[in-house]
């Protein structure tokens, strides 16, 4: 199985300020049809998970902008450029290139 | 707007089995994959298996093997997920998600959760 490691585990943040996510995978992260498959899903407390970001960086329908996803083969990054509110929660990244799905640990994003 | 409403909290007992529904609406049930994942509380995401509600065809983790079974009715846009012989480690929150059939992993929506709780 991929094994997708996130860091860091918590990343306090002051409100406005930017936020940055590593998410690094055992083997490269692009299919065979030349796709890469990597998302980033929010997780609100008490909520079920969102997707942010689909296919590295491509941002998802109703996403504000101040998401954003980067990387390729095994190293990825999500950047949150000025982090609100409403942004507190926990951050996954999730690969589908090759069965099983698996998910990265989770980063807890908090105001400090 | 897109929803998938799963049904209620379950208390089952060790051995036992439960099945969770999962309604979907707003869209063509048979044109988007059904995945289910589950979290155990206060712990991370974990990826159990994908259907394809037009052909019923079905792809499940290793781990769930021979214990799990996904199926659909297309007359009521209603997944299930039927997971046998539970044990205490299956404890956990089960949510179904959405897929566009591209097999992306781009889970565009996801059901409110159903907790199945393993005890004595």
């Known amino acids: 199985d991929i094994v997708m490691t996130q860091t860091p585990l918590s990343s306090p943040v002051t409100l406005g300020q930017p936020a940055s996510i590593s998410c690094r995978s055992s083997?490269?992260?692009?299919?065979?049809?030349?796709?890469?498959?990597l998302s980033w899903l929010q997780q609100r407390p008490g909520q079920p998970p969102r997707l942010l970001i689909k296919?590295?960086?491509d941002r998802f329908s109703g996403v504000p902008d101040r998401f954003s996803g980067s990387g390729a083969g095994t190293d990825f990054t999500l950047k949150i450029s000025r982090v609100e509110a409403e942004d507190v929660g926990v951050y996954y990244c999730?690969?589908?290139?090759?069965?099983?799905?698996?998910f990265g640990g989770g980063t807890k994003v908090e105001i400090k | 707007q897109v929803q998938l409403v799963q049904s209620g909290a379950e208390v089952k007992k060790p051995g036992a089995s439960v099945k969770v529904s999962c309604k979907a609406s707003?869209?063509?049930?048979?044109?988007?994959?059904i995945n289910w994942v589950r979290q155990a509380t206060g712990q991370g995401l974990e990826w159990m298996g994908w259907?394809?509600?037009?052909?019923?065809?079905?792809g499940y983790a290793q781990k769930f093997q021979g214990r799990v079974t996904m199926t659909r009715n297309t007359s009521i846009r209603t997944a299930y997920m039927e997971l046998n012989s539970l044990r205490s480690e299956d404890t956990a929150v089960y949510y179904c998600?959405?897929?566009?059939?591209?097999?992306?992993?781009?889970?565009?929506?996801w059901g409110q959760g159903t907790l199945v709780t393993v005890s004595s």
């Open positions: 998600a959405r897929e566009p059939p591209d097999g992306s992993g781009s889970f565009y929506n």
């Open positions: 707003g869209y063509t049930f048979t044109s988007y994959d």
């Open positions: 259907m394809n509600p037009n052909s019923g065809n079905t």
């Open positions: 083997q490269s992260l692009v299919h065979s049809d030349g796709n890469t498959y």
């Open positions: 296919k590295i960086s």
């Open positions: 999730m690969q589908a290139t090759q069965f099983p799905l698996t």
